[in-house]
């Protein structure tokens, strides 16, 4: 798990903030993941990059913003959220073994 | 689509007993299939994953699982559960974007409590 770091572990935010979340995956992977998990809800696959390109946009709301600069760090800019966005939101890697690995996720709250 | 289904919200199974935690799957082609589990507050960690070979796939922490393609099943078990297994399991199927990018499908999650 150590693999994959996520900051912040936890973000509480008004409606009309700007916000980042940060990944940074140590096992020198090519594919990075975000996902969203709500209460109650199968995982929800956001956005995927392979070598900083993004290849997957699961229909997910222009308030939310990935950034991949290289392979190693994914952002998430979150910009006038919702309370609904409010959820755990898990970044992943995988390099060619079929296996992702996941972040400890930030927990995010918006008010 | 690729699709799993986890038919139990939550298993219930005493200290030293045999657990089974079931998950069928629905794909086109052959089936990537993939456990992980989440202990509360942490991400989602690898266990194992069938690709292809033996159908009994051995993961980490005393788990296995089977996949049954006639019943289109990759249930997870392991023969004497631990209180400390008590967490939130998901099965996965892997849908391909790119040759080299894949992305997973995930069932809703089994919530396995293991009592003393």
């Known amino acids: 798990e150590t693999g994959v770091t996520q900051t912040p572990r936890h973000l509480v935010m008004g409606m009309t903030n700007k916000k980042s979340l940060k990944c940074e995956q140590h096992?020198?992977?090519?594919?990075m993941y975000w996902y969203k998990q709500s209460a109650k809800k199968p995982l929800e696959l956001m956005f995927v990059?392979?070598?900083?390109?993004?290849?997957e946009n699961n229909s997910v709301p222009s308030r939310f913003s990935p950034e991949c600069p290289n392979s190693s760090h994914l952002f998430l800019h979150l910009h006038t959220l919702q309370p609904e966005d409010s959820a755990l939101y898990l970044c992943a890697s995988s390099q060619d073994t079929f296996a992702q690995y996941f972040g400890p996720g930030t927990r995010l709250t918006v008010l | 689509a690729q699709s799993v289904a986890q038919p139990e919200d939550q298993v219930n199974v005493a200290e030293g007993n045999p657990l089974t935690v079931k998950c069928t799957y629905s794909?086109?082609?052959?089936?990537?299939l993939f456990w992980y589990v989440q202990y509360p507050n942490r991400g989602l960690q690898f266990l194992l994953k069938y690709i292809t070979g033996d159908n009994l796939v051995k993961g980490s922490y005393g788990f296995e699982a089977e996949f049954n393609k006639s019943q289109t099943s990759f249930h997870l078990k392991k023969p004497s559960a631990l209180v400390s297994d008590s967490a939130l399991y998901f099965c996965?199927?892997?849908?391909?974007?790119?040759?080299?990018?894949?992305?997973?499908?995930f069932g809703t999650g089994t919530r396995l409590q293991v009592f003393p």
């Open positions: 096992l020198g992977h090519n594919a």
């Open positions: 996965a199927v892997r849908d391909l974007i790119y040759e080299d990018t894949d992305k997973l499908i």
């Open positions: 990059y392979n070598f900083k390109e993004q290849t």
């Open positions: 794909v086109s082609g052959n089936p990537y």
